[in-house]
């Protein structure tokens, strides 16, 4: 049977590394389809929203959303909640990322120095705190995952959304932003430690 095909941007960052990371820790043999910034123009238009990641499931149409395609992976793989409303839970937690998602983006397009400074600043005093301490409150005590021992796609997509911040490319964003979420961080760790997410890791380039 032919594999599924997920296709995203050559860079080990974002949605599509969140879905790459589900499919190796689902253990589903992937088509890696990583594509160069200089053939999106010719590809957006054939996508179902004119974004990526998308997902080819051989026998479905093509898939696009990535909170979508790890609910799809995590329900086909025992990785997202078969309780309907725990799902929903979780789902809620996914949304939460793509509005912090929503909140930063703008910046990295921002030219002017200063204004990109103010920007960020503002968001490290203010939206970012508050968005880890909102997520904290929504993690189990027991963890070490999201939601208990066992691990899901939301953590897959917590410590994708974390390590983004941790890495200090965010110029004006302190590594430390997420500090007042001990449980968000705890979370990162086991997941980072996770022996497929090791795996990936020691495959593909982080
Ligand atoms: N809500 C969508 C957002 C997808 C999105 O904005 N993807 C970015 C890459 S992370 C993209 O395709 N950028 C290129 C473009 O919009 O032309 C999702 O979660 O998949």
């Not at 898939?63 to 799809?72: D, F, G, M, P, V």
């Not at 309780?83 to 839970?89: I, Q």
């Not at 409150?137 to 959304?161: E, M, T």
Request: hydrophobic content about 40%; glycine content about 4%; aromatic content about 8%.
């Amino acid at each position: 049977m032919a594999k599924p095909k997920l296709t995203y941007f050559d860079a080990p960052t974002s949605r599509g590394e969140e879905c790459r990371l589900a499919l190796h820790l689902a253990g589903v043999e992937f088509d890696d389809n990583r594509i160069q910034r200089d053939a999106w123009p010719a590809l957006k238009p054939t996508t179902p929203f004119g974004s990526l990641p998308t997902l080819e499931w051989p026998g479905h149409p093509t898939l696009a959303q990535s909170n979508a395609i790890l609910a799809l992976i995590g329900r086909l793989h025992g990785l997202h909640p078969k309780d309907e409303f725990e799902a929903a839970r979780h789902e809620a937690v996914m949304a939460h990322v793509e509005d912090l998602r929503a909140h930063v983006s703008p910046t990295l397009r921002v030219t002017d120095p200063d204004e990109k400074k103010r920007a960020r600043e503002q968001l490290a005093a203010t939206y970012l705190p508050a968005w880890a301490a909102y997520t904290d409150r929504q993690i189990s005590d027991d963890g070490p995952f999201f939601a208990g021992s066992a691990v899901h796609v939301i953590d897959v997509k917590l410590l994708v959304i974390v390590r983004w911040f941790r890495s200090g490319v965010l110029d004006h964003v302190p590594t430390n932003v997420f500090d007042g979420a001990p449980k968000l961080l705890r979370v990162h760790d086991a997941v980072d430690a996770h022996p497929r997410v090791r795996d990936w890791y020691a495959r593909t380039r982080r």
